[in-house]
């Protein structure tokens, strides 16, 4: 009996310890889940958002800066730089005048050329995708005009009218029906067969 106690107590004290320790592994890891939770909290989280805004403002500063420093730059190479014309005479103005009409001249040349290779290259990459539609064995569909649908409905209606033409409506008389013998043929009124009758007793 002594033994059976003894027994029973080392295996309760067994897994008493061992409840113990996965309890103590169990806090652990719950502490070390806390304090990874722990490090974003609002106040951070609300200043890294600032910052993050902050940083964000400061790129499209940037950006927009070196856009217009760029936009500045291209007006002064395709334009040149501007001319001071307040207290220039007026040989001064004629000469600045005929520089810039001859530089929109040679701009509006560049910008026919350019649109004519812009063209011609819109072709060339129709063309091609045409032959490789054709080559994959599919086909393009082409693209469809608007069509108004007042058009199609005035058209619809001139076409009744013209069902509904008096000309259209009238019977055509064949020349056949109208004949001399047909004359003869219609009913006579009586004096006139007696007359006939007449007539032909006396000769």
């Given at each position: ?17 061992k ?12 502490k ?8 974003m ?10 910052l ?11 950006e927009q ?11 002064e ?7 001071p014309?307040?207290?220039a ?40 995708n ?11 569909k ?14 619809k ?16 008389v ?5 004949t ?24």
């Amino acid at each position: 009996m002594a033994i059976d106690d003894e027994e029973r107590k080392r295996k309760q004290a067994e897994t008493d310890r061992k409840r113990a320790e996965v309890r103590a592994r169990l806090e652990e890891a719950s502490k070390a889940k806390k304090a990874k939770k722990g490090f974003m909290t609002p106040e951070r989280k609300k200043k890294l958002r600032l910052l993050l805004r902050k940083k964000a403002a400061e790129e499209l500063k940037k950006e927009q800066e070196r856009k217009a420093a760029e936009r500045r730059r291209i007006i002064e190479q395709r334009c040149g730089k501007s001319r001071p014309v307040d207290d220039a005479n007026e040989e001064t103005l004629k000469r600045v005048l005929r520089e810039y009409h001859q530089r929109i001249c040679q701009l509006e040349d560049q910008k026919f050329d350019i649109e004519y290779i812009v063209k011609r290259k819109d072709f060339e990459i129709n063309d091609l995708n045409s032959q490789v539609n054709d080559l994959r064995g599919k086909f393009m569909k082409p693209t469809l005009k608007k069509v108004s649908k007042y058009e199609s409905k005035f058209a619809k209606l001139q076409k009744k009218a013209a069902e509904f033409n008096f000309r259209n409506q009238l019977k055509q008389v064949k020349k056949k029906e109208f004949t001399l013998e047909e004359e003869d043929k219609e009913e006579k009124p009586e004096w006139v067969e007696k007359r006939i009758k007449e007539e032909e007793v006396e000769a």
